[in-house]
T-cell receptor, first 118, second 108 residues
């Protein structure tokens, strides 16, 4: 039963510290998404990768956030320096795009990293 | 500038069809309508998506009006496990525009 895994599941840190969140997509999936969820804003898309290349990160605050895929089995989201307003649940999702043969796009979410910045 | 608007909450009797509406009156011709749901304290789950034709899969049906300005997600036989927040999303290329979601409660 393949799943997206995310680490850590919970993180508490102090303002100004660097935070790194990791995601292992499902083997064979070539698209990776990073989302952020808060009570106030709901679910927001931060960044989107395909074949390890960033296709869109316009939803991500550029001054402190960065997203990378060093290899096909690892995606990272970093916040430096972190601020209290970054407190949220961060979800990673992986999937396959809609295929030329009409196969449907898929997207599977990980359990999320719950971040609290004090 | 919300791309989608949804009712805040809805109830549905167990075993009945749940019809969740979504308005996306400013949708463009190349923008897709997606639906996700999120059960409390879990990650979101993809349900279905479409462009202009109605779509059906093992989870739900998606009915899109001819003018594409609104759509309805149909869960044909709602169960208690379908209680969740349902998000209607407009997608243009790599941009996903989320609404605030409808909290669906399935009542025994």
């Amino acid at each position: 039963d393949a799943r997206v895994t995310q680490t850590p599941r919970h993180k508490v840190t102090e303002m100004g510290q660097e935070v790194t969140m990791r995601c292992q997509p499902i083997l064979g999936h070539n698209t990776v998404f990073w989302y952020r969820q808060t009570m106030m804003q709901g679910l927001e898309l931060l960044a989107y990768f395909r074949n390890r290349a960033p296709l869109d990160d316009s939803g991500m605050p550029k001054d402190r956030f960065s997203a990378e895929m060093p290899d096909a089995t690892l995606a990272t989201l970093k916040i430096q320096p972190s601020e209290p307003r970054d407190s949220a649940v961060y979800f990673c999702a992986s999937g396959l795009p809609q295929g030329l043969a009409g196969t449907k796009e898929t997207q599977y979410f990980g359990p999320g990293t719950r971040l609290l910045v004090l | 500038d919300a791309k989608t608007t949804q009712p805040t909450s809805m109830d549905c009797a167990e075993g009945r069809a749940a019809n969740l509406p979504c308005n996306h009156s400013t949708i463009s011709g190349n923008e897709y309508v997606y639906w996700y749901r999120q059960i409390h304290s879990q990650g979101p789950q993809y349900i279905i998506h479409g462009l202009k034709n109605n779509e059906t899969n093992e989870m739900a049906s998606l009915i899109i009006t001819e003018d594409r300005k609104s759509s309805t997600l149909i869960l044909p036989h709602a169960t208690l496990r379908d209680t969740a927040v349902y998000y209607c999303i407009v997608r243009r290329g790599n941009q996903f525009y989320f609404g605030t979601g409808t909290s669906l409660t399935v009542i025994p």
